[in-house]
């Protein structure tokens, strides 16, 4: 059973980074077929996608957020992190993490997620 | 980016009813479109991939069609535990976007 756990601060200072960390079980993050991807949501509002990474370590960014995410793969420990810089309050939302599936004919689909996290940016 | 637009945003149904949801592309994503279930403080859960394949263990009565920018989400007998907000996705190019939402309450 594929599982995927979030963790990190629930609350960030504004101008600081916030950084998650996406612990996998029962799969491996360097076995080949899987995109490893964050999504956000804000209270009340729908799901944005943040970015993708590839066990390469290849990664992908919503051009929205290209400037402040960094996403980061250690294979060792099988979990991946999300970084964003100068946060403000328009970051504050649940973060998610999720297993991609890349299928043979192109399709790929968010399979598994985590449970989220509420990170909120305030002083 | 590739828009998505939901319709409707919301609508209320009742146990047994046919529910039909569309989800409209700004442009041509072939079958690359995904939808997924969301209750209340749980994360999404996937229901259909590639417009009308069945994720293993959604019940049949969950289906999917379209290709290019229309899309259909189908619910052929609501059941109680049906009631959620339902999204769809574009997966055919980067950045991935998800419509709005669909909120299906009880009537």
């Known amino acids: 059973q594929v599982q995927l756990q979030e963790s990190g601060p629930g609350l960030v200072k504004p101008s600081q980074t916030l950084s998650l960390t996406c612990t996998v079980s029962?799969?491996?993050?360097?076995?080949?077929?899987?995109?490893w991807s964050w999504i956000r949501q804000p209270a009340g509002k729908g799901l944005e996608w943040i970015g993708r990474m590839y066990t390469s370590g290849s990664t992908n960014y919503n051009p929205s957020l290209r400037s402040r995410v960094t996403i980061l793969v250690d294979t060792s420990e099988n979990q991946f992190s999300l970084k964003l810089s100068s946060v403000t309050a328009a970051d504050t939302a649940v973060y998610y993490c999720?297993?991609?599936?890349?299928?043979?004919?192109?399709?790929?689909?968010?399979?598994?997620w985590g449970q989220g996290t509420l990170v909120t940016v305030s002083s | 980016d590739i828009q998505m637009t939901q319709s409707p945003s919301s609508l209320s149904a009742s146990v047994g009813d046919r529910v039909t949801i569309t989800c409209r592309a700004s442009q041509s994503i072939s079958g690359y479109l995904n939808w997924y279930q969301q209750k209340p403080g749980k994360a999404p859960k996937l229901l259909i991939y590639a417009a009308y394949r069945l994720q293993g263990g959604v019940p049949s009565r969950f289906s999917g069609s379209g290709s290019g920018t229309d899309f259909t989400l189908t619910i052929s007998s609501l059941q109680p535990e049906d009631f959620a907000i339902y999204y769809c996705q574009q997966s055919h190019s980067t950045p991935w976007t998800f419509g709005q939402g669909t909120k299906v309450e009880i009537k």
């Open positions: 999720a297993r991609v599936w890349r299928g043979d004919y192109g399709e790929t689909y968010f399979d598994y």
């Open positions: 029962g799969a491996s993050i360097n076995s080949g077929g899987y995109y």
